[in-house]
């Protein structure tokens, strides 16, 4: 069975400093796709980042990244140079896909307060 | 623009009640998922659909029904059999394959009382 598992229900993180999220996943598929997610107050859920199982590098976009350890099943997103804004839920996900099965299943979540 | 509408984003009824959700998207996905999200906890999958009149469960379908009729819609109806219907309920839609992100509504916070 799928799951995610982020242990860290909250973070605390100076501002302009960088913090790392946790995630470990569990699959037995060997294609899988991770995701992360941010969720502010409002509620919406805001794409951030993508690494596929396959892919060799860490995923970069702008202050995020992703340090993805295959062997460990793990996926930990760091902020850089955090900023207020930063503030929110970030959610861990994976995606499995065949023609007969497509699930995207997410972690519980942690807690980013951002101290100015 | 394109994207996934959720209507109403507040939804108040009471206990017994069958409610239905709607979810439209004009992205033209394939993929389209209900999630319920409770105060401080992750989502958690209801159902979701591949293709126009096929869909499964996920891991909470119990005392929800959806249905798959056309391509850019896909409601959800909270029956009165859920024991606790109040929550905060996403929609999300994506085209096929890992490596694609799913793209979300704005969510409709239920209310049963």
């Known amino acids: 069975a799928q799951k995610i598992t982020q242990t860290q229900p909250g973070m605390f993180v100076q501002e302009k400093e960088a913090v790392t999220l946790d995630c470990t996943y569990d699959t037995s598929d060997q294609s899988y796709g991770l995701f992360w997610y941010k969720q502010p107050s409002s509620g919406e859920m805001i794409f951030l980042i993508y690494q596929g199982s396959y892919d060799e590098q860490n995923a970069t976009e702008g202050r995020y990244s992703l340090n993805f350890q295959k062997a460990r099943k793990s996926a930990n997103l760091v902020i850089s140079a955090s900023q207020l804004g930063d503030s929110a839920m970030y959610f861990c996900a994976m995606r499995e896909y065949s023609p007969s099965y497509d699930k995207v299943i997410f972690g519980p979540g942690t807690s980013l307060s951002v101290i100015p | 623009d394109g994207g996934i509408t959720q209507s109403p984003k507040y939804l108040f009824r009471k206990e017994g009640q069958n409610v239905t959700l709607s979810c439209e998207q004009n992205?033209?996905?394939?993929?389209m998922y209900w999630y319920r999200q409770d105060p401080g906890q992750g989502l958690r999958l209801i159902y979701y659909?591949?293709?126009?009149?096929?869909?499964q469960k996920g891991d909470i379908a119990e005392g929800y029904s959806v249905s798959r009729e056309k391509k850019e819609s896909f409601p959800l109806t909270v029956t009165s059999a859920q024991k606790n219907p109040t929550a905060f309920y996403l929609c999300?839609?994506?085209?096929?394959?890992?490596?694609?992100?799913?793209?979300f509504g704005q969510g409709t916070r239920l209310t049963v009382v």
């Open positions: 659909s591949q293709i126009v009149n096929d869909f």
């Open positions: 999300a839609s994506s085209n096929p394959g890992v490596r694609t992100e799913a793209f």
């Open positions: 992205l033209n996905h394939d993929a």
